[in-house]
């Protein structure tokens, strides 16, 4: 039987520059999540990355708010759909695991649609 009930959780996309194994741990405590590298995307242009996230209802993380954060503003402007962009400073890898998983635990998919965050709000 289809639900019609928002996504509680939201599925994740790690951009290649973020630690590949950042994906594998998300998982482990029980949340989606994939990375560029596991779906051979690291060729990929930033606005397809996005493109392939969106594709995927996933919101995409990544450490290039210099490219990132203007193409959220593109889709704002034309209203294209997307399912979050979420920006981090480069950090130790325990630090951005408890990080997202704290945004993971505070909003849910529908909350995340089409927004822009930094992870930084989750410390």
């Known amino acids: 039987m289809a639900s019609n009930a928002p996504c509680l959780y939201i599925a994740l996309y790690t951009d290649e520059d973020i630690d590949g194994e950042l994906a594998a741990q998300i998982r482990a405590n029980g949340y989606d999540a994939i990375s560029t590298?596991?779906?051979?995307?690291?060729?990929?242009?930033?606005?397809?990355?996005?493109?392939?996230?969106?594709?995927?209802?996933?919101a995409i993380l990544t450490h290039n708010a210099k490219d990132?954060?203007?193409?959220?503003?593109?889709?704002?402007?034309?209203?294209?759909?997307?399912?979050?962009?979420?920006?981090?400073?480069?950090?130790e890898i325990g630090e951005l695991l408890r990080r997202v998983l704290n945004m993971l635990d505070r909003v849910d998919?529908?909350?995340?649609?089409?927004t822009f965050h930094h992870l930084g709000e989750f410390k």
Do not use: C, W
Request: net charge negative; proline share 4%; glycine share 2%.
């Open 68 to 91: 990132f954060e203007p193409l959220f503003r593109e889709y704002l402007r034309i209203k294209k759909e997307h399912y979050g962009i979420i920006i981090s400073d480069q950090i």
């Open 109 to 114: 998919a529908e909350q995340m649609k089409n």
């Open 37 to 58: 590298p596991e779906v051979n995307n690291l060729t990929l242009s930033d606005e397809m990355q996005v493109a392939f996230a969106t594709s995927q209802q996933r």
